[in-house]
């Protein structure tokens, strides 16, 4: 099935009259990934299969059904360590040309602050423990903030879901958690972008576990200590859907929302002053 599926999108790209690099550049992939993608010898991800095909511009059946192919096949989960090996700096670029074809960006963050929202500070605090050299930090925390002017374009919307306690959780010191939630709160007024905090004070009706991003109704990427896991079926798109819609039930926004983020700015200002 690699080989077919690899064979099927080299012969997608000649019939469409595309140089391989042409398509690897609107991949946002490397011309030596695609070749070993059209070769069969490494298996695609739905991403780098969903990407493929946009870049060569097949109609939206064929691409259904090749990225179907490739969610079946393909190994769904993605070790950290891996993309540690092939370089958080690149993956930081397959996820930016995701965000690149997506209308409604949908995101639960129990764990941390979501990466658009990020300071650079913030930044650097959640990579550094990945054991990245001093150059790729550096590559791929100016990835990230690059990829932050997405939500500048009027054309996208982002909801973001956040808990209370990813807000209270001093990632970075008090001083710089204060900075991160002055971001948040100056996104938050963006007409594009819906930020939501979950209260610890909340009735919750489950578990707020693992992390999760919806792009559309076609992609899931689920962060899990060890793993990204993506899925495009859409069983498990509707399950997600659902938990981030229960979520945004007991979620506060808007002006109560920014009452909250006030105070705990003022708590970590309290504590620089302290300590």
């Not at 299969?49 to 490739?70: F, H, Q, S, W």
């Not at 007991?250 to 003022?266: K, N």
Request: with cysteine; glycine share 4%; hydrophobic share 40%.
């Amino acid at each position: 099935m690699r080989n077919d599926i690899g064979s099927t999108l080299r012969e997608l790209r000649q019939a469409a009259g595309k140089e391989a690099k042409a398509v690897a550049r609107g991949a946002a992939m490397s011309p030596s990934k695609l070749s070993r993608i059209e070769t069969g010898k490494a298996t695609p991800s739905t991403i780098d299969v969903d990407r493929i095909l946009t870049a060569i511009g097949v109609p939206d059946a064929v691409r259904a059904d090749l990225v179907e192919m490739a969610r079946r096949e393909a190994t769904e989960a993605v070790a950290w360590r891996f993309l540690r090996r092939s370089g958080f700096h690149h993956h930081q670029d397959s996820i930016r040309a995701v965000e690149a074809e997506t209308a409604v960006q949908r995101v639960f963050q129990p764990s941390c602050v979501p990466g658009l929202c990020q300071t650079p500070e913030y930044v650097r605090a959640v990579l550094a423990p990945k054991g990245l050299t001093p150059e790729v930090l550096a590559r791929t925390v100016a990835a990230r903030l690059e990829r932050q002017s997405v939500l500048f374009d009027p054309r996208k919307s982002f909801r973001y879901l956040i808990t209370e306690s990813v807000l209270r959780w001093l990632i970075v010191p008090p001083a710089q958690m204060a900075v991160q939630i002055d971001r948040i709160t100056a996104l938050s007024r963006l007409p594009n972008v819906r930020i939501g905090v979950v209260p610890l004070s909340a009735r919750m009706t489950e578990v707020s576990s693992s992390s999760f991003i919806v792009y559309d109704n076609r992609l899931v990427i689920v962060e899990i200590p060890h793993a990204e896991i993506s899925t495009t079926d859409p069983k498990d798109i509707d399950l997600y859907l659902a938990r981030f819609s229960r979520f945004d039930r007991v979620s506060l926004e808007g002006d109560p929302m920014r009452e909250m983020l006030a105070h705990l700015r003022d708590e970590f200002l309290r504590q620089r002053e302290t300590s």
